[in-house]
Each structure stands twice: as C-alpha cells, then as structure tokens.
C-alpha cells in the first residue's frame, strides 16, 4: 500500500511494552481502565471486538489521548479472557525491556534504543502496482526483503534500524522483527511506515492497518 493508500496516523500516547492492565468486569457496556500501552488497537485484539465499534462507544476520546486510569466503555457483550489468552494477545509480551538502561531483549539478544515511537503501519508486496515504474527495489535500489520499511524520512531518518514489535500477520516473525527504513512512498507520511511483507498481493493485504511499536535501535 506504499502508494495507494494517503491517510495520516493519529499518534497513539501511549509508549512502552507492559500488558494491558486491568479490566473491569466483563458485561453489556463494560469499562476498561486504560493502562500504559493502551490504544484501540490493543483493546480491539483484548476483547475480539473491531476498532471501529470501541472508538463509536468512545466518540470523545481521541486516539492519542488514552492516558493510564483512563476508562473506556466496551461495547457489546464480551467474555473475559483467561490469563493464558491475556498473554497470548500481548504479541511482545516475550521481550525483555529496561526502561531504565534503554535496552530491548530479543531472540537472546540485547539491543540499545533511543526512543521508542507507536506509529500506524501499513503492509505492500513486490506486485508492480504497488511499487511503481522501478520495480520491486527500496530507495537505494536494493530488492525489497523482509525488514525493509518505507518510512518518511523527516520522521524516521533514512537507514535508522528499529526494532518492530506490536503486529499480528503469517508473514512476518512472532514477537519482533530487525526492520531498515530503507524505502519511501508518496502515501508515507508523518507517523506511520508501510512494511515489506513477502508474499502475494492478496497474502499481504491481510495486514491491513494496525498500531506497532518501534524500538530506534541506536
């Protein structure tokens, strides 16, 4: 989608790793209570229900204006979660950060990161369509491969490397993937990157949009 798809992304506030705290009761029209790492996105993968539905219940509350002890209304009837299911959805929860020494743990290794940014991401294929007249290939001319990102540079500097945490698609590694912004796209701009994902057009456009983490690694 790096150049059929223009929409900017609202900045989600909230920043970090830690699970979704908690809940209330589960009912008709239940309340959660928003913790750290709090967004649409992440209660729509908690409760099953889409991201449209919660942000109707929510009509006043922006998405980059979820804060910790904040509630949200959860709309519909929806069944409580085990704790296994809990940590099942919380697609990072098997990483390891130190906020303190700004270091992420992954696969055994540890990384040192700047900052960390939640932007809204996208997916594209190799197909032309998406791609334009210079084919299948990132900015400098390199074929596309997993951990390639297209990104705008005046956000994302061009050969920053991140680490990418928070998605859910077949096509791409469980937990996390190393990512390169190595690609640009004319619908790439502000708070948002559009990933590589290799595979067919269709396989890919299952990612549709989705809120992710990243991890400047520094």
């Known amino acids: 989608m790096k150049i059929k798809f223009g929409a900017l992304a609202a900045l989600a ?22 913790g750290d790492t709090t967004t649409y996105y992440t209660l729509s993968n908690h409760y099953g229900i889409s991201m449209d539905e919660i942000m109707n219940a929510n009509p006043n509350i922006a998405a980059n204006n979820i804060y910790p002890g904040l509630k949200l209304a959860i709309p519909g009837n929806v069944k409580t979660q085990t704790a296994a299911a809990a940590k099942a959805s919380a697609t990072v929860s098997a990483l390891s950060v130190e906020p303190q020494a700004n270091t992420v743990q992954a696969w055994g290794k540890e990384y040192s990161y700047g900052k960390v940014l939640q932007v809204k991401a996208s997916a594209y294929s190799s ?3 998406e791609n334009g007249k210079w084919g299948a290939v990132d900015y400098f001319g390199n074929p596309l491969k997993l951990g390639t990102i297209a990104v705008d540079p005046s956000v994302i500097p061009l050969g920053t490397r991140v680490l990418v945490t928070g998605y859910s698609h077949p096509g791409l590694p469980k937990q996390a993937f190393l990512a390169t912004a190595t690609d640009i796209g004319s619908a790439i701009k502000g708070n948002r990157i559009d990933i590589f994902i290799p595979g067919s057009q269709s396989f890919v456009a299952d990612f549709g949009y989705q809120y992710v983490h990243l991890y400047v690694i520094e």
Do not use: F, R, Y
Request: hydrophobic share 60%; aromatic share 0%.
């Open 127 to 129: 197909a032309g369509s």
């Open 13 to 34: 506030a909230a920043l970090g790793i830690s699970a979704l705290v908690q809940a209330a009761p589960v009912q008709a029209d239940s309340v959660h209570i928003a």
